[in-house]
Nanobody
Framework: VQLQASGGGLVQAGASRRLSCLASGRPINRYAMGWFRQVPGKEREFVAASHRGGDTTNYADFVKGRFTIPIDNSKNAVYLQMNSLKPEDTAVYYC??????????????WGQGTLVTVSS
């Protein structure tokens, strides 16, 4: 499966932003889907994921209550809805897909990153 992420940009603190990830090659309902992020100079970190089939989601503590991960199987797309953005959310965000039931620490497929910059 190939993943194409988009939607990054410059936003003000407190605002919302939605990232999109369009998949091609195979239907995403065959994968667990998720998002990671990376701040320059730091390791990538898990943000959010949906188990294969979309029945269960999980979130990093630092985004719980602010971010959600909607999936649209008809468009073969997964999104990251980010609300109440903070400057510390500034990072490159990566869409991922995993062949297993849930997204592991090293997902099988990665899209290119999209940069989100949150200004204070």
């Amino acid at each position: 499966v190939q993943l194409q992420a988009s939607g990054g940009g410059l936003v003000q603190a407190g605002a919302s932003r939605r990232l999109s990830c369009l998949a091609s090659g195979r239907p995403i309902n065959r994968y667990a889907m998720g998002w990671f992020r990376q701040v320059p100079g730091k390791e990538r970190e898990f943000v959010a994921a949906s188990h294969r089939g979309g029945d269960t989601t999980n979130y990093a503590d630092f985004v719980k209550g602010r971010f959600t991960i909607p999936i649209d199987n008809s468009k073969n797309a997964v999104y990251l809805q980010m609300n109440s953005l903070k400057p510390e959310d500034t990072a490159v965000y990566y869409c991922v897909a995993d062949r297993y039931y849930y997204v592991g620490e090293n997902p099988d497929y990665w899209g290119q990153g999209t940069l989100v910059t949150v200004s204070s």
